[in-house]
């Protein structure tokens, strides 16, 4: 469903982009000040970033909700533990490493990923696999662009990435809950669907790091822990890869992980979902097929049997 664009979100305060990266540098050494005061206030910085009509028309969930509730295992597996540890990431500098089957390879810098792309706002339903779901504005553009830019060869097949590994940061690593580090993967053709992006921010500002900063995959059709965070490397590869709890647990986290009501998670049920926010409040909702992006991605999958590529 290409929804409408929803118009209670005012960008008429943002600054041009490149007064968010000069903006970027300057904030990187009040980084960690930032994060301590940030709170649930609007008061990192702003990007400019235009609508899109992929957008959902549904109210987003708080600012607070969505920074304050969330899964990252680089800083521990508890879901208010990401707030209270991610501001010890260093995100500036930071690059991306593209390799494999691209005519560009290159460790990229982000604010060279950055000048070349189109800033989108697109507000996603978010469902993650435990059956919690959310609606985020996310900053961000197409990943399409960026395998444009590099040049995917014609034996590529399916898109692999990885978060970064700085345990002295990210101290969740210090424990081998999971094997790091977190790695996903992407056939090809979802990774050039425009619904696809990679975001650097959310709310107009950018991404906390609890969220996945500076940059993080969005595949909103998908179960939420597809959309890898903090990324570090983008490969073009010819055989479906690793992905990290598809690994852990095949039985019970399939490759491709689309959300689907009818397939249940072999210890507990996938046809609703519990939307973040409302406290004691919260509404159980019923979970839509492909998390309710199946006009635009059905096709994606025709003839496959999605009970066996789960
Ligand atoms: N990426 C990394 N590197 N590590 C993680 O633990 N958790 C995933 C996904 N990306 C995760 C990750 C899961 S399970 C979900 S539901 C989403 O991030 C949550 O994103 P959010 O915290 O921004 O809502």
């Known amino acids: 469903m290409a929804g409408r664009w929803k118009n209670d979100l005012k960008w008429s305060d943002v600054t041009p982009k490149a007064d968010y990266l000069n903006r970027r540098q300057i904030m990187a050494g009040a980084a960690a000040a930032a994060a301590l005061a940030a709170g649930p206030a609007l008061s990192g910085a702003k990007i400019r970033a235009v609508p899109s009509a992929y957008s959902t028309d549904e109210a987003p969930n708080s600012y607070e909700d969505i920074t304050s509730y969330n899964n990252f295992y680089e800083f521990g597996t508890s879901k208010t533990d990401p707030a209270k540890n991610a501001h010890r990431l260093t995100t500036d500098p930071w690059s991306v490493r593209v390799d494999g089957l691209v005519d560009r390879p290159g ?10 792309v189109t800033l989108e706002e697109r507000i996603y339903r978010l469902r993650c696999v435990e059956a919690w779901s959310a609606v985020i504005p996310w900053v961000g553009f197409e990943l399409a662009d960026l395998l444009n830019r590099v040049g995917v060869q014609p034996s590529a097949k399916y898109v692999y990435f990885e978060t970064l590994v700085r345990p002295s940061e990210m101290i969740g690593q210090k424990s081998r809950v999971l094997d790091w580090p977190y790695r996903e993967g992407l056939r090809l053709d979802e990774a050039m669907h425009p619904l696809t992006i990679l975001a650097t921010g959310l709310y107009g500002e950018e991404m906390p790091n609890q969220n996945g900063a500076p940059i993080r995959l969005v595949v909103p059709w998908k179960y939420g822990f597809k959309s890898i965070k903090s990324i570090v490397r983008i490969s073009l590869v010819e055989k479906q890869p690793q992905a990290t709890w598809n690994m852990q647990n095949p039985r019970e986290y399939g490759f491709y992980s689309n959300v689907n009501p009818e397939v249940d998670h072999p210890r507990w049920s996938q046809a609703s979902e519990r939307r973040i926010g409302g ?32």
């Open 107 to 116: 460790n990229y810098d982000l604010a060279d990923i950055l000048k070349g």
């Open 279 to 310: 406290g004691l409040f919260s509404r159980r909702i019923p979970t839509r097929m492909f998390n309710g992006y199946g006009d635009q991605v059905a096709g994606l999958y025709a003839g496959m049997d999605l009970r066996k590529f789960y």
